[in-house]
Every structure is written in structure tokens, then in C-alpha cells.
């Protein structure tokens, strides 16, 4: 028997669930995108409680975790082999602890792994900083480009996270057994990598994008990525693309934020309520020229999501009426 790989790429939302059980149920190895915890196998054998688990895991999605454990218990109870790995996150969870214990960065050793993730972050946060700052009294052009260069330094953070959770999946991955890595969308150079290793050149590797698969089943055929994903994986796979598409996707992202709900929706999952939200605000900031964007975001700069979106709405209509 071959080994057979199953990447399957998912946001955390309920809606997927039904469809990520399926295909765990068909594997013999369940590969989570996630640091490893010392509640996690006792949650699995129900001796810790799953809130007990969710609160140490410090997990954005609690309606999502709850369910998605009740899930991975009972898949454990039928002999599924499940792991946790997510090497970058483990470090950085090392990092948290290693300044809560009283050290400073200075103590970091240089080119270590820890070193790396930390600088990475440092990056990352820092340029998020300055985008958040921006959005107070910065012009439009310097907004975008805060937001350009946030997705510079995330896009190399993502491309080390990839490659160090590669490398680790490399030595887990089990042979001759069918196994399921848990990912999510934005870290698609894990496929890349996973199909050029010596290690797996006789595994069967194939990709499933599960958001994708249920906006197809609920009536919306196009790609779920949003502007600042594309811009982002553009980035990552080092992919030549104009200054001009550049401003345009993180017009359109900047605009797409406004509007997409931040919190973990709770509707019942047959209605798909994050992924049909999601088609309604790409389909409008897809349609956005650059200084249209750049009119809209005068009038939404400083306001909720509530609001942004009636101001979009209608200035969508009268643009449509002229």
C-alpha cells in the first residue's frame, strides 16, 4: 500500500466540519495545524474536560473547537493516530513563556530557530502596528502602502512557517497509512514543498479546499480568496505582479476588512453563513476600481462594520444609477 496524503485546506468554521469529518474518517494518521498541548490526549480520552482544553489553547473559534473535539473524540476512540504539528506555533509559544519566565530578547541566541520566529514576528507586528496607526490621519496612498508592506513581512512569516511545518510533517507522516494534514488556505506553498521531498516522491498527494467545496454546494462557484490573500500569495510563491495590481488588491482588501464580520458566526451550518458572507463582500470589492476604493474608505474610515456596510451599499447603488 502507497501513502496516501490528503492536504486539506480549511478555515475554522463549523460550516466545513461536516466534510472534514468525512475525510477523517477515511484516514488512518489526522495531522492538526496546531502547537502541541499537554490537555490534548487527555481531552481525547474525555478525562479533561473540552473547555478545559479550549481555554489552554487559546482558541479564536470556541463554537468551532467545541465541535470540531467532539469530533476528533470520537475518531480517537475508533484508533485514529492524532497529532498535533505546528512547529512555528510551538516555538512561539516557547517565546511567550521564555519572556514570562523574566528574559528579555536580547537573551535569544542568535540564528537559532528561536531567533528566527522571533524576528519574524517582530516584523510582522511591527508593520501591523504601523498599518493600525495609519488609519487614523494617514492619506489613502500611504494607508495602502502600510498595508503593502504588512503583507511583505506576513508573507515571509508565512513562507518559514510553511517550510518548518513541512520539514516537521516530513518526519511524522507515516508510511503505508492514509493520512489527513489539517492547513489552512493561506499556507498553500505547503503542497509545493510536501511534493518535492525525496521522502514522499511515491506518496499520492492530493488537495481538497473544503471552503471552496461548500461554496459550490451552497450556489457560489467562485474562488473563495478574498484580495488580500491573493495579494499575500502572490507574494509568497514570489509571483511577478505590477504596482498598479499590487494597490489595486490591497484598495480592495482595505475595503474587504471593512465589511467582513470578525467574529465566529453561530448560525445553524446548513446555511453556510460565514462562506455566503464572504462571496457577498468579494463579489463587491472585486468590482471596486482603485479610486473608488479610495472614495469609500473616506466615508467607512472610522466606521463599524454595521455602518460600512449600508455606506457601501449605497454608494454601490448610486454609482450603479450614474
Known sequence: ?????????????????????????????????????????????????????????????????????????????????????????????????????????????????????????????????????????SSFSDVINTVMQFAKADSNRIRLRDSLRADALIKKIPHNEVVFIEAGPIHRSLEKILRASAS???????????????AESSGFPESLLSPGDEYTLALVFGEDISEATSRLLCAQALIYNKLITKEELTDTILTYPHIHEEQRVIRTVRALEYTQCEQIFELVRFANTEKSRKIVANYVQESTHN
Open 200 to 214: 514522499l516522491s511515491s506518496a499520492l498527494i492530493s488537495t481538497r479546499f473544503l471552503d471552496d467545496r461548500a
Open 1 to 137: 500500500m502507497k501513502t496516501e496524503i490528503h492536504l486539506v485546506y480549511a478555515m475554522h468554521r463549523p460550516e466545513t466540519l461536516e466534510d472534514t469529518r468525512t475525510l477523517m474518517q477515511r484516514c488512518d494518521t489526522l495531522i492538526l495545524e496546531e502547537p502541541e498541548l499537554d490537555s490534548f490526549l487527555p481531552m481525547l480520552e474525555k478525562t479533561t474536560p473540552v473547555e478545559t482544553y479550549l481555554q489552554e489553547s487559546e482558541t479564536e473559534y470556541p463554537e468551532y473547537g467545541k465541535r470540531q473535539c467532539a469530533i476528533l473524540q470520537q475518531l480517537h476512540a475508533q484508533g485514529k493516530s492524532i497529532l498535533q504539528v505546528e512547529p512555528y506555533l510551538q516555538v512561539l509559544v516557547g517565546i511567550h513563556e521564555f519572556f514570562g519566565a523574566g528574559h528579555s530578547p536580547a537573551e535569544i541566541e542568535k540564528d537559532s530557530l528561536r531567533s528566527q520566529v522571533y524576528d519574524s514576528e517582530r516584523e510582522a507586528t511591527g508593520k501591523l502596528i504601523d498599518f493600525y496607526r495609519s488609519l487614523t490621519d
